[in-house]
């Protein structure tokens, strides 16, 4: 049996930037019926993930994203292994350090594959956001693409659960 995790990034008072715990929670309730697939989180730091995730088959995460894109665009982003420089890397996509740690998810799987406890495969679902002032409530473009994002996180989940 495949270990599948999802989880979302956010804070629920910084209006989109929720998006992410939204769409897992979502996924999580459609599929509460698959014993293989577990919700973590949320989280607010890539570190937080040390613990959760270890030796998962795959890791679907979910967070708000800043990249000059359309509010509500979605973002399909596999999070491997880069090599290291002097300094916390960047991925071909532009994912970089986002905690205040300084370190990204790259940064963080590298940690975890260092003492053995790497999961297999991590994808990032991320969705442009627009508003991310204090405040509860997401933006119309950003709830509008929720739907979409949680048929992309299911796609990717069903797609392990078929080769299982």
Sequence with gaps: MARILIGGFGS???RDDHVGALVAVAVAR???DV?????????????DLLGHWDLADLVVLIDATRSGSSPGSLHVIEVRDRPSSTGPSRDEHGVGPTSTHGLGLSDV???ADAVGQA???VVLV???GQSFGYGEGLSPAVAH???RAVRRVE????EVLSCA
Aim: aromatic share 8%; hydrophobic share 35%; glycine share 8%.
């Design 30 to 32: 459609d599929l509460a």
């Design 109 to 111: 799987w590298r940690l």
């Design 126 to 128: 991320g969705i442009e």
């Design 145 to 147: 693409s929720v739907p």
């Design 119 to 121: 999961p297999r495969r």
């Design 12 to 14: 629920r008072y910084r």
């Design 155 to 158: 796609t990717l989940i069903n």
């Design 35 to 47: 014993g293989d697939v577990e919700l973590i989180g949320p989280f607010s730091d890539p570190l």
